[in-house]
């Protein structure tokens, strides 16, 4: 496995590997890698000829720095995963490298619009313009790519495939499902920041969305339900939503359809987001 730090000689893998007509998987990540990140790897390897992973735990999507330096690193553990998963080429970049001007805000940022300032964008401004910057700058590095990302992240894929769109970058975008421990728990690079009774209260994520995909209702009956399965719980909400799943849209009362469901809350103070498809019937 290649491993890099610079920018230039990772254009040039690249470039150098889509020159010899191979495909490129590239799987950005933040470290911190667990299961999750290897069902990526396994997408990326399958449908990919070469596949290209990031590790950047990148400053400009934190909005508190309290979460940035709480956020975990693993950097020997995450090379061996990648090596275990047939990873090509890990790309650690580093801060002056993505960032030179850091702290201080770069003129240019991808901002989103609506999209970014709902939900996890409401509750972290800038968030969304942080992982969209990020994101674009690891696309035009890379050049013509497929990218791997979980649905774990829901809105961050919305935002994602919006900007691709948008600025017609030469990337597909692939979503993977979301990947659960046995007890439910989808996996995060913050859970291992939970006590084990941290842990069980957050077992009301998967618990609330079991619930609602069990059930057809509308969808403030499906919100209230996640609501009132997060708070039993011990869950501090921050929010809980029935969408359209391309546009985010929160779904009408009187609407039917299949729909997603977005949920946000704190536990022990770590923030935690989970979602899973329902079945909305209108009222
Ligand atoms: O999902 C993540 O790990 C990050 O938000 C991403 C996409 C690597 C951008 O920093």
């Known amino acids: 496995m290649l491993e890099l730090t610079d920018v230039e000689a990772w254009r040039s893998f690249a470039s150098e590997q889509r020159s010899k007509g191979r495909r490129i998987g590239l799987v950005p990540t933040m470290g911190a890698l667990h299961e999750g990140h290897v069902s990526l790897f396994r997408a990326a390897k399958g449908t990919s000829d070469v596949v290209i992973a990031t590790i950047f735990v990148n400053p400009r999507q934190f909005h508190d720095t309290g979460d940035l330096e709480r956020y975990p690193r693993t950097p020997e553990r995450d090379r061996d995963l990648a090596l275990a998963c047939g990873v090509a080429c890990l790309v650690s970049p580093t801060l002056d490298a993505m960032w030179p001007d850091y702290p201080a805000p770069t003129p240019t940022t991808v901002t989103l619009g609506a999209l970014g300032e709902v939900f996890e964008g409401a509750d972290r401004p800038g968030h969304?313009?942080?992982?969209?910057?990020?994101?674009?700058?690891?696309?035009?590095?890379?050049?013509?790519?497929r990218a791997y990302f979980g649905e774990k992240d829901f809105q961050q894929l919305a935002v994602i495939r919006q900007m691709v769109r948008d600025l017609s970058?030469?990337?597909d975008v692939v979503g993977q499902p979301i990947v659960r421990d046995d007890d439910g728990l989808a996996l995060s690079s913050r859970n291992v920041l939970l006590s084990p009774e941290g842990r069980r209260q957050a077992l009301g994520f998967s618990r609330a969305l079991r619930h609602v995909a069990e059930a057809s209702r509308s969808a403030d009956a499906q919100r209230a339900t996640l609501r009132s399965v997060l708070?039993?719980?011990?869950?501090?909400?921050?929010?809980?939503?029935v969408v359209d799943s391309s546009t985010l849209?929160?779904?009408?009362?009187d609407e039917t359809g299949e729909r997603r469901a977005l949920v946000a809350g704190f536990v022990e103070g770590i923030r935690l987001i989970d979602n899973g498809p329902?079945?909305?019937?209108g009222r």
């Open 231 to 241: 708070e039993d719980a011990g869950v501090d909400v921050a929010y809980v939503e």
């Open 128 to 145: 969304f313009d942080g992982v969209a910057s990020v994101v674009a700058k690891l696309f035009v590095i890379t050049g013509p790519c």
């Open 278 to 281: 329902v079945e909305v019937v």
């Open 249 to 253: 849209v929160p779904s009408r009362d």
């Open 169 to 171: 970058f030469d990337v």
